[in-house]
């Protein structure tokens, strides 16, 4: 049973760049989280889909956006990238209406680095 | 909003020793609890979980209480080991729409 999956592993990209993060969620998930954990910080949500809609949004600007395919994979787009951008950005998935819909299982993560 | 306070790190325990980790939260209604590990360099693991009120959720010997009166989830361990050492991260869920509001994280780094 494949859990979440993300790539690349690791991204180094220069501002102003934009980037495209990649999560496939575990077999059997149909909802996608994205959460930024910046270095010595604990994470902090982006935004999650469900039905390949934005089903809520955390506190980050427009230059976040995101997908989700018929598939239920997901990508995070970043644009006009900010030094601030840099940190490791992790995809959780997790069952919606499920009786632990409430559990989110996390990636390894995408190491971003913005010089 | 949400928000979950948990001690600052690192913390640094001799192997055997007994670990305390404090960790409160803020939240309205009936939030659910999380302990996740995170090891170096992967991502964050379900430790233990709590739903509701004087629930006690267990795992790997790691144990923590959900107390409503003190809006308080602390994680124990009676004896650490050093495959311990990780950085441990206390977080909270409320709502049907499963947004995870994470604490800072604390480090714990167990000496043999």
């Known amino acids: 049973d494949a859990g979440v999956t993300q790539s690349p592993t690791h991204l180094i990209k220069t501002r102003g760049q934009q980037v495209t993060l990649r999560c496939s969620p575990k077999s059997g998930h149909d909802t996608v989280s994205w959460y930024q954990q910046a270095l010595g910080q604990g994470p902090q949500f982006i935004f999650q889909y469900y039905e390949e809609e934005e089903r809520q949004r955390g506190n980050f600007p427009d230059r976040f956006s995101g997908h989700q395919f018929p598939n239920y994979s997901s990508e995070l787009n970043v644009n006009a990238l900010l030094l601030g951008d840099s940190a490791l950005y992790l995809c959780?998935?997790?069952?919606?209406?499920?009786?632990?819909?409430?559990?989110?299982?996390f990636g390894p993560g995408t190491r971003l680095t913005v010089t | 909003g949400d928000s979950v306070t948990q001690m600052e790190g690192p913390v640094t325990l001799s192997e055997e020793a007994f670990l305390t980790i404090n960790c409160t939260y803020t939240?309205?209604?009936?939030?659910?609890l999380f302990w996740y590990v995170q090891y170096p360099g992967e991502g964050l693991q379900l430790l233990l979980k709590a739903t509701k009120a004087d629930d006690k959720g267990s795992n790997k010997g790691f144990e923590a209480t959900y107390r409503k009166e003190t809006t308080s989830f602390h994680l124990e361990k009676g004896s650490v080991q050093v495959s311990d050492s990780a950085v441990y991260f206390c977080?909270?869920?409320?709502?049907?729409?499963?947004?995870?509001?994470f604490g800072i994280g604390t480090k714990l780094q167990v000496i043999p």
């Open positions: 959780a998935s997790s069952l919606a209406g499920s009786q632990s819909s409430y559990e989110q299982y």
């Open positions: 977080a909270l869920s409320r709502g049907g729409y499963q947004k995870v509001t």
């Open positions: 939240a309205t209604g009936y939030p659910s």
